[in-house]
């Protein structure tokens, strides 16, 4: 079998299982909805998933181990992972066939040369990395300097370095000295004056780019809604997400950057391609020509995935082992071996040292920037609600890689990538809109949780999440508060009755409770009795109109009620009343004067009980703004948003 | 320029300015559209009661609600009295809410899985189990059991989607007009059971088997808490059932309707199979310690002649079972 049909079904088989994930991410009963389908797998298998969140937290979360496999794999042969497992890869490699089939050789030649402009993957690369590593230059700085045992390790430290450094030439050892003296003063002097907790945090933002998560949410969350319902049925009703447009936007415009430059993502922009570049450039395999048989026919360019030059000095690190040369070399020169190309070879990547620095540089920069709105603390937003389980949100925003996993699952479509709300670093991040989707957040699920391959939103059990059981003492968790909004509330505004708050509130004893009031009605003038005929009476005053006082909510007093409760009207005509049969009217009442009253309940919210689960503001017939909306106060996830003793 | 030439744009643009005018005088529209179109005059839910058996009413007492339904069931005659050999059958649940059986929140699965069963042994040629809950569907026929159990027994459940329903309007109402309704299983069925728990509802009092006709509306249907009374004397106008059983095994006494809690419910050992929905609310009132007078909805389903509040002066029968 030809090496590159093994390729083709390389990638066709992880495409495919790729998409079985997607679809298999559906919570149910049925054996092809989530029934232990490790769907988080090829996300787990991304090392820069893995490297992200341990520059970030300083661990590696469970699956997430998986990624030193592709690592170790990577050091052994090389970018394997873009040409025979990425199916965001194998996508571009098919639209990029299929975009390009008809044009000529020599064009495909120049367009698959490698370019200037690859390099800047490893710019973006070091960027995120640098962003994500904040904590960790953070914690390094907090190295108590002024301890004697540190100041004599460091110093031995030194010594060593200079000892190593002199041994390695006398020039790059003199360069190698002021290097590390400048690191070593001026992180003491950074560590002396300034605060490295305020001024230094981490982001994990190589989501944003990284082609796993990215492939995941797109799929997920812009593809899958538009086709669902036809050939299966994934959701009852059609999904929507609020904010969804530029992650399709930015989808498709990868997809079809393939029409100019094919794997154009992958050549260009990919963080992760870079870090395989990085990992592989000591690859023992690589791909390169033999000694001899060369004629420079320029086949091996004209279908070259990397970009990567087989023809001339191949760019080792550009090389993603499509194995397409191998395969169109008539002179049998291309391989794949141990040794190192004889037309020689380029396997470091194509960054400058000034480019590394400014890019690092800014990344470690970008965050404490971002931070300065405050949005992580005095200025947080409330109206970014994060799912149950998730982690305060500094924490949040270390592990969070916007795979999309979380709204994926969630089985009533609350949850939705952020837009801006939850700051620059929050693009994307999961945020909960009750106005969307079945039905609030769910008190009995904690799927999200269970499915979020970094723990950003923690697998949290269901006793913990309703505070029942070894929870007992900690109470449910709450991911916010509802209010009442008394301005469009239908009976505290207008006098209607409603409480449909009230009746879906989940919690026992309900968080909303309600008061009765008997509110006057507005009728445009005063009634008074005329005559009465048991409970019958026949009024004076302005015309009633038919049918509308008689729906069970409408009461009268008489004589403001002094006398005895308000009595239930059962019959309301333009100028009888009838009341209740057990209502009780005095007949020394005769003559009195009339109102006529509505009954109304009016929601309160109970704090101590509320868990900001956004059923109440789901179910508010006040359709645009609602009348009792959740916001992020009293969550429970971040201590300093305690509201209630 | 050429002659062949000339000829030749000639005809080009001939043909486009045909083709051009064709399309615009082809497509002219002189009138406005129109603000609404109404659907609903087509739309006709029918009378699913059954003449012979009007009036009749069971109060069982008991606890075991599979053998409790049986034996009032074969008290008024019997399931075959009730659907005919062949006949589709649907049953309304009241699964509302996303919350395990034990917390009486919606309807008992054992008690639907036992009317599946009732239903397919008196010939029934399909049995349909449907409502429009208030939480996500799919969750709450997962875990209200109600999905698996009448899978088990026998039955399909129909979970709601935007095609199944119809704007469909109420004759004489108010408020049910133009709305969209569940209409698609109510089409395909020859009887309907509704099938309610005695819960206690803020709103309305009360939440039982008239009440239960909600879920079969559809769209901002929540509009019409502001006058919940009439509302359901519409629904009691809408559905004429062949037959409703209320289920007040256990009663939900406070939370209501959601419950949430064990502390919410209170046992109180009382089936109702009835013919007459308003009978069978009016009696399964007492069970929440309320009198039918309480409940201003009944007065007006009586009204709009949807049954008797009375129900002793009906053909009543009363069983103790266990």
Redesign the interface.
Known sequence: MRIITTRRISQIFFFLLFLWFCVAST???QWWQLRGWPVNWLIQLDPLVGLGTLLATGTLYAGLLWGLLTVVLTLLLGRFFCGWLCPFGALHQAVGWLANRGRKAKVMIAVNRYHRGQGVKYAILVFLLGAAAGDLISRLLRIPFDAPVTVAGIVILLLMLCAIATRLGKRSGKRWMTGVAFIAIGSMVLGLFADGSRLLAASLQTGLLDPIPLFYRSVNLTLLPLVDGQLISLA???RIYPGIFAMGAFFWTAVFLNLIIPRFYCRFVCPLGALFGVLGKNALYRVGQKAEGCTVCGDCDHHCEGGCEPSSVIHTDECVLCMNCLDSCRHEVMGYRLQPSAAGEISAPDISKREFVAALTSGIVAVPLARLAGGTGETWNPTVIRPPGALPEVEFLQRCIKCGQCMRVC??NVIHPAGLQAGIEGIWTPALNFRM????C?R??IACGNLCPTAAIRPIALDERLGIGDFELQGPIRIGMAFVDRGRC?PWAMG?????C?????????AIF?REEFRPVRIGGQLHIRSMDGNRLTIDGPVLPS?QFS???YYISINGGSDMPPA?I?EAGTNTITL???AFVEPAATEGRIDLLVRL?LPFVDPTRCIGCG?CEH???V?TRRAIRVTAENETRERRHQLVL | MDRREFLGRCTRAGLSVTAAGALGIGLYDGKPPEAFSDTTASVKIPDFSIAEMKGRICIARGTDRSATVRQAFEALGGMKAFVKPGERVLLKVNAA????PALGATSHPDLVASVVRLCIDAGASRVTVTDNP??????CF??TGI??AVRQAGADVV????SLFQRFTVDKG?LIRDWPVLFDPLARADRIIGLAPVKD???SGASMTLKNWYGLLGG?R??F??????VIQELAMMIRPTVVVLDGTTSMM????????L??LKPTGTLVVSTDPVAADAAGATLLDKRP?DL??I??AQDAGAGIADYRSLDLKEIQFG
């Open positions: 919570l149910g009963e009852p009703s059609s089985p009533t989707g079945t039905s609030g769910q009995g699920c239908l209607r009755p409603c409480i449909v009230q009746e879906n509130c989940p919690v026992s004893p309900k309600t049918g729906t069970g909510d239930r059962t209740e049969g057990s309940q059923v179910e508010c017939p359709k | 809410f996303a919350s395990p208030i939480n996500d569907p799919a969750s997962a875990l999905g698996a979970i709601p989607r935007a108010r509802h803020h709103r901002r929540n509009i808490h502001q006058d919940i009374h009439t406070t939370n209501g309707p959601t419950g949430g809690s502390s919410d007078d201003p909805f007065a007006k």
